[in-house]
């Protein structure tokens, strides 16, 4: 990895030119809210953004997508070509980066996916460095920071940019798109500074250390029984989670029942039919039973295969629960003794 200085007034080249050879997705403004949406004019971006509405991994994996279509008469299967679009995913935060390389872990090891592996290989990351909002935890997790899995990250220092290049395409598009200049010593004080602010920021994280022991010895806790009367299983937090990979395949019929697409979509381990069975057997029916398996299986299951918990932090989770159900608030109130929130 390398670093060099790009004056902010110089941010717009760095966007065009990036936009003459990827199609570019940044975050952009929906109301009062962000999402993450293709860029066409540099003036669109809101790198002032503090979250957006649904995490980066719908560009990677789309809550719906067409596998093959097929034809009854002749019994023409067509697969879909996968999808090598160049892209460019223009600044992500850290806690975002940390949950692609998590979602890398399932879809890239041990059976690969192609229709993520096609997406992943064609996309360039260009992370960007900000503040913790109000409902963000990603210290707890250690996701506060990143150190790979982008091309380009750039961090605010008011009137430029501090510029970490980590790879060779990095490297290439910042010739190619932008004058940069070497850093200076001020440059990397100042560097510093905003690093030691940020962490300065961060007031009243739990510390999560100890949680997967702690889940161990909270199994029976009457806790989930008080969570599983709150949730609606609506699964709102799956769906706006930048680390829920679960879906469900689907054969969607013309009315003629002659042809048809099969779809990958979106699915929630919180919808009550997730594990149900042959002859309507359910392993999990209750409500408590799912909200239980979708915190174990965030900070038990997956630790246990990959040693990382399969949450970044982000919050995006309780902003969306209508039941108001916080992993935050969970932890801190297991870590309190159980039995209530």
């Known amino acids: 990895m390398f670093f060099r200085v790009m004056d902010k007034d110089r941010l717009p080249d760095l966007v065009r030119g990036l936009a003459a050879e990827y199609e570019v997705i940044g975050p952009i403004a929906k109301g009062d809210e962000f999402v993450f949406a293709i860029v066409s004019d540099p003036t669109e971006l809101r790198l002032d953004y503090d979250t957006t509405i649904l ?53 890239l090891q041990g059976y690969e996916d192609p229709y993520y592996k096609a997406r992943r290989e064609s996309t360039l990351i260009v992370g960007l460095n900000c503040m913790p909002h109000e409902g963000c935890f ?56 905003v690093a030691s602010e940020f962490q300065a920021s961060f007031e009243g994280q739990p510390d999560t250390s100890q949680v997967p022991l702690l889940l161990d010895a909270k199994y029976d806790d009457p806790i989930w029984e008080e969570l599983g009367s709150r949730c609606l299983s609506c699964g709102a937090c799956s769906m706006v989670c930048p680390t829920c990979y679960c879906f469900d395949v689907r054969d969607r019929l013309e009315p ?76 801190e109130a297991l870590q309190a003794g159980g039995g209530s929130l």
């Open 138 to 193: 990603c210290k707890a997790w250690g996701t506060d920071e990143v150190h790979w899995g982008f091309d380009i990250f750039l961090s605010d220092l008011g009137d430029r940019y501090f510029v970490s290049v980590r790879s060779v395409e990095g490297a290439d598009l910042l010739d190619r798109c932008v004058e940069t200049r070497q850093i200076t010593p001020e440059d990397t004080a100042e560097f510093q500074r």
């Open 256 to 331: 003629d029942g002659q042809e048809g697409t099969r779809e990958r979509v979106w699915d929630s381990c919180l919808y009550i039919d997730f594990a149900e069975v042959a002859h309507g057997h359910n392993f999990r029916a209750s409500r408590a039973a799912r909200v239980k398996n979708r915190y174990y299986h965030k900070q038990w299951g997956y630790l246990s295969k990959f040693e990382r918990v399969l949450c970044v932090g982000c919050g995006r989770c309780a902003s969306a629960c209508k039941a108001d159900i916080n992993p935050r608030i969970v932890i």
């Open 55 to 107: 995490p980066p991994k719908k560009h990677f994996m789309p809550p719906t997508e067409s596998l093959m279509s097929f034809r009854v008469q002749d019994s023409e299967v067509v697969g879909e070509e996968l999808d090598r679009t160049p892209r460019v995913l223009f600044g992500l935060h850290p806690c975002d980066i940390n949950g692609l390389m998590l979602m890398d872990n399932v879809f």
